[in-house]
């Protein structure tokens, strides 16, 4: 199954999640109203109703394969470094 990694922009912690993780993080704790997210719209929602921020799609665990964008700004590059370290330890 696919893996995503998300940044927690409280705490500074990077994790993997699959998109069944993601969809029970953005819709847990609503209320009866609430119109769950679903695989169409988990990306607003997690922007929206989160502390998460997607980092990147994982298709392997190989720290190399990591693909961020090229226009980054000096946060993105520590968040790159901080990334990049996190795997090393894995």
Do not use: H
Request: aromatic share 12%.
């Amino acid at each position: 199954m696919q893996k995503f990694t998300l940044y927690n922009l409280e705490t500074g912690e990077y994790v993997d999640m699959t998109l069944p993780q993601i969809l029970v993080e953005i819709n847990r704790d609503r209320s009866e109203e609430w119109a769950p997210y679903d695989v169409t719209d988990w990306k607003e929602g997690l922007a929206q109703f989160t502390e998460w921020e997607l980092v990147e799609d994982i298709e392997s665990d190989d720290a190399d394969s990591l693909s961020i964008e090229d226009d980054r700004d000096e946060r993105d590059c520590q968040r790159e470094s901080d990334l990049m370290a996190y795997y090393r330890e894995r």
